[in-house]
């Protein structure tokens, strides 16, 4: 039974530019929310899907948006990037009736310059 | 009031010896309650969580315990190897699932 899986697992882009990041959920799991880890901090909640719908949103900019579609996987798009936004970004999954008890991927490493 | 506390920041413990590291938090709606251990470059792993209707939760070497009046909660880990060297996460959760961490425990297990 696979976990949480994310890719890329590093990516470098530039100030200004727009990146995606994937996500697929264990199995069975229907729910994913995203992350944002800076160095040396404990995760921050950036906002969760199911159902198709962003359901609850932490405290980031709309230049951080994201999709799940109908297979449960997600995608994070970040726009307009700003070497603030360099960090390792968590997805986790959860079962629709259990949402707190959330599954981490191994994150993708981003850097911006 | 959305914060979650957590110290030590590091602690360094001799093999077999008992790992405690403590959380606190003010928000009341806050009902359930997961310890995560994150090794480098890895994401975090979840180890345990308790709800507020108990007082302590055993799992093999890990004990979480639980203080509803005093809204705190605490890791033990018994019998500290140092395969346990790691930073160690609490966190919060109220309605949706949405996760409040602190701000992590360097862990390091001497032999």
């Known amino acids: 039974d696979a976990g949480v899986t994310q890719s890329p697992t590093h990516l470098i882009k530039t100030r200004g530019q727009q990146v995606t990041l994937r996500c697929s959920p264990k199995?069975?799991?229907?729910?994913v929310s995203w992350y944002q880890q800076a160095l040396g901090q404990g995760p921050q909640f950036i906002f969760q899907y199911y159902e198709e719908e962003e359901r609850q949103r932490g405290n980031f900019p709309d230049r951080f948006s994201g999709h799940q579609f109908p297979n449960y996987s997600s995608e994070l798009n970040v726009n307009a990037l700003l070497l603030g936004d360099s960090a390792l970004y968590l997805c986790?999954?959860?079962?629709?009736?259990?949402?707190?008890?959330?599954?981490f991927g191994p994150g993708t490493r981003l850097l911006v310059l | 009031q959305q914060q979650v506390k957590q110290s030590p920041q590091s602690l360094i413990v001799q093999k077999g010896g008992i790992s405690i590291i403590n959380c606190a938090y003010e928000?009341?709606?806050?009902?359930?309650f997961p310890w995560y251990q994150q090794f480098p470059g890895k994401g975090p792993a979840l180890l345990i969580a308790i709800r507020p209707d108990v007082s302590e939760k055993k799992e093999g070497r890990f004990t979480i315990s639980f203080n509803k009046s005093a809204k705190q909660f605490s890791l033990h880990i018994m019998d500290s190897q140092p395969g346990d060297s790691a930073t160690y996460f609490c966190a919060a959760s109220s309605e949706g699932g949405k996760l409040i961490f602190g701000q992590g425990t360097e862990l390091s297990v001497k032999p």
């Open positions: 928000n009341t709606a806050f009902d359930y």
């Open positions: 986790a999954s959860s079962p629709l009736g259990a949402k707190e008890t959330q599954y």
């Open positions: 199995s069975g799991h229907d729910t």
